[in-house]
């Protein structure tokens, strides 16, 4: 690990993200490729950057990511999870702020099973009285 180097994992649904922050003009990768290029809808690259936003923080670090497993929205999810734990390791001051706002909580939220003599986890076939 490079002096200066923080690294941090988050999750959601199963997705994992894994965040480096290295010194230098504020880029963000993920996965090799740029934010916007990666994370093609607009809302997706906002989930990303709330933490950034939340705490302003500045263009003194490169934020690098490797994400997988999961949809757009779930990486998209890890990756501001991952993200927000690796801003508590720079400056423990913003943990606070990140923490009322949610972002240090892992979601444990998943997608429920389906249930068998249903159509789904929950929804029954149609019923006809007669």
Do not use: C, W
């Not at 290029?37 to 990511?65: C, H, W």
């Amino acid at each position: 690990m490079l002096k200066n180097e923080y690294i941090a994992i988050g999750r959601r649904k199963s997705a994992v993200a894994r965040v480096r922050l290295r010194p230098g003009t504020g880029k963000i990768i993920v996965n090799k490729r740029p934010l916007e290029e990666y994370f093609g809808r607009e809302t997706s690259q906002m989930i990303v950057r709330q933490p950034l936003e939340l705490i302003k923080f500045g263009n003194a670090y490169d934020i690098i990511v490797t994400v997988q497993g999961g949809g757009p929205t779930g990486q998209a999810g890890a990756v501001r999870h991952g993200l927000s734990r690796v801003l508590t390791l720079v400056n423990p001051e913003s943990r606070p702020v990140l923490k009322s706002a949610g972002f240090l909580t892992r979601d444990p939220r998943r997608v429920e099973r389906k249930k068998y003599g249903l159509r789904g986890a929950r929804r029954a076939f149609q019923f006809s009285k007669r």
